[in-house]
């Protein structure tokens, strides 16, 4: 009876941090966006300009630019070569529209270059689409019914979703580093505005760290929870 309240107690302790490090990477990340969007750069360049400015300077002509529904639902979609950036970003001329839209064209740079981890991640989505789908219903399954193998394969498959966070990990953070080389090389900021990119940039990708540590974190409760029943 200790021991089962001993698990219920870790793993409610799990969830709760795992929701306290989401909220504060989120808040981080959006207390940066909203203090660098009221700073405008020096060459007062929209998103969309900035991102066509890059693309082009980079030979990537064929690489569309539009505009996107949503707040910060920017992304770099490489299967139809388009550079999607929300409403604010792409008719923003802000220090922060110009983080966003360089970030990612570092994307379309990868690309371009074949940069291995953003190929693996593309190759691991049909895997994560299945885990996300079948993972929580084959521990569900397992746990009620008493077939704990197969609650143990859904937890090999939620491993699958960690894994991929991982590998988004090199993805996000090299496109940041793109992204300010490239802001330098074209002079599309100055150097104060080259802080704050920094700034707004690692604050984005400690949105993904935040990810991995909260997926890292309900594995274990969930290995806790299915060994307790399998005991």
Known sequence: MYLYYGYDLVGWGLILLGTVITLAAQFFVNSSYNKF??????????????????????????????????????????SRKVVRLSKDVFHGSSVASTSVAAHECGHAL??????????????????VNLSSKFGYIAIVIGLIFGYYTIAWIGIGLELVILFFQLITLPV????????????????LSNKDELAGT??????????????????????????????????
């Open 37 to 78: 969007r009221r700073v405008h750069n020096k060459n007062n360049m929209e998103g969309f300009e900035i991102a066509r400015a890059i693309l082009d300077a980079n030979g990537l002509q064929d690489v569309y630019v539009t505009e996107t529904q949503g707040v910060l639902s920017d992304h770099y979609d490489p």
């Open 110 to 127: 990868q690309d371009k270059d074949g940069y291995f981890f953003l190929r693996l991640r593309g190759a691991l989505v049909p895997f």
């Open 172 to 187: 996000e953070f090299n496109a940041s580093h793109r992204a300010a080389i490239e802001l330098d090389r074209l002079q």
């Open 198 to 231: 920094t700034r707004m940039l690692r604050a984005a990708a400690y949105t993904y760290v935040a990810s991995v540590a909260t997926t890292l974190l309900e594995l274990l409760r969930l290995v806790l929870v299915v060994s307790n029943h399998d005991d």
